[in-house]
C-alpha cells in the first residue's frame, strides 16, 4: 500500500508561481510511476504530468514549458513546480503512483491517489 498527501495548494493570483508537494508513505516510489492530474469544477480529471521511474516525464500539451514534475527521492516526495499560472489553472491538484506503467496519462492505470489539493488563480 502507499499513502499520498498533497500539500502546496492555496489562493494565488494570475502570473504567480506554486509548488505542489506530494509525500508518500508506505512504499518508495522509485518504483512507481508518478502522475499529477487536476479537476476544474464542472470538468472530468484531466492529466497533468508525469514522471517515470527512469526519471522521463510527460506532460500535457498546453501545460508544457509552465509546469515541471520533479522527485526527490530522499523525501520520497514527488513536486508539481506550476509557474505563471492562469485562471484556468484553478482545480483539485492529485497525485497518483501506478505500479504497472512508469509513464501513464490514463487515470485508469493508476493505483493509488491522494486526497488532492485546492489551487485557486485569480485574475
Known amino acids: 500500500q502507499v499513502q499520498l498527501v498533497e500539500s502546496g495548494g492555496g489562493l494565488v493570483q494570475a502570473g504567480d508561481s506554486l509548488r505542489l508537494s506530494c509525500a508518500a508513505s508506505?512504499?518508495?516510489?522509485?518504483?512507481?510511476?508518478m502522475g499529477w492530474f487536476r479537476q476544474a469544477p464542472g470538468k472530468a480529471r484531466e492529466f497533468v504530468a508525469v514522471s517515470g521511474w527512469s526519471g522521463s516525464s510527460i506532460y500535457a500539451g498546453s501545460l508544457k514549458g509552465r509546469f515541471t514534475i520533479s522527485r526527490d527521492s530522499g523525501k520520497n516526495t514527488v513536486y508539481l513546480q506550476m509557474n505563471s499560472v492562469i485562471p484556468e489553472d484553478t482545480a483539485v491538484y492529485y497525485c497518483?503512483?501506478?505500479?504497472?506503467?512508469?509513464?501513464?496519462?490514463?487515470?485508469?492505470?493508476?493505483?493509488?491517489w491522494g486526497q488532492g489539493t485546492q489551487v485557486t488563480v485569480s485574475s
Open positions: 508506505g512504499r518508495t516510489l522509485s518504483r512507481y510511476g
Open positions: 497518483a503512483a501506478s505500479r504497472n506503467y512508469a509513464r501513464s496519462t490514463s487515470e485508469a492505470n493508476y493505483d493509488y
